[in-house]
């Protein structure tokens, strides 16, 4: 987890996951989620429509479920455990997935809890498939959750980060 430091992570994040994957790891989807402070992205369930609409492209079963909503009900309707739910099936079924999730610490604090479990669960339960980036402060709030995973904090510094994040994608 990165501590603070540089802005502009997520342009970097960006940029460097994807300059590092190639070849048959260009098939490996990078969902991002950026929290930002006073927007609704930040409230459940925008970002995990977000996190479906990045994996479309590399899951036909999901596109198929989604288009079978499409004429019942809006995604915007469905309920966030639904929602979830409908995430983890497609993330089992593929080999990898990388979750970046920026600025943990700006997530309105009543959605922040919930969505730290469902996370570390993630990340439990599906160790060999996922891999997660995330940046924060460091809050108690958001620490106690990561406290029960196998986690890296670190303070990033601006002029290794490229490398760092070369590093972490090749392991």
């Not at 593929?94 to 996370?119: P, S």
Request: glycine share 6%; proline share 3%.
């Amino acid at each position: 987890m990165d501590q603070g430091g540089c802005g502009g992570r997520e342009e970097r994040f960006s940029c460097q996951i994807d300059c590092t994957t190639t070849g048959e790891d260009k098939r490996i989807p990078v969902l991002f989620f950026f929290a930002r402070q006073t927007t609704t992205s930040n409230r459940h369930p925008h970002f995990l429509v977000s996190w479906m609409t990045q994996l479309l492209e590399y899951s036909p079963s999901l596109r198929e479920k989604l288009s079978d909503l499409k004429g019942k009900r809006s995604v915007n309707e469905m309920r966030f455990d639904e929602m979830w739910k409908m995430l983890l099936q497609t993330v089992k079924q593929l080999d990898r997935v990388y979750f970046v999730v920026d600025a943990l610490d700006r997530l309105d604090v009543e959605y922040a809890d919930g969505f730290l479990q469902r996370l570390v669960t993630l990340g439990k339960e599906c160790p060999h498939m996922t891999k997660m980036i995330l940046t924060s402060r460091p809050l108690s709030h958001i620490l106690k959750h990561l406290n029960s995973l196998y986690t890296l904090q670190c303070r990033v510094e601006c002029h290794k980060l490229d490398e760092d994040i070369s590093l972490y994608v090749g392991h």
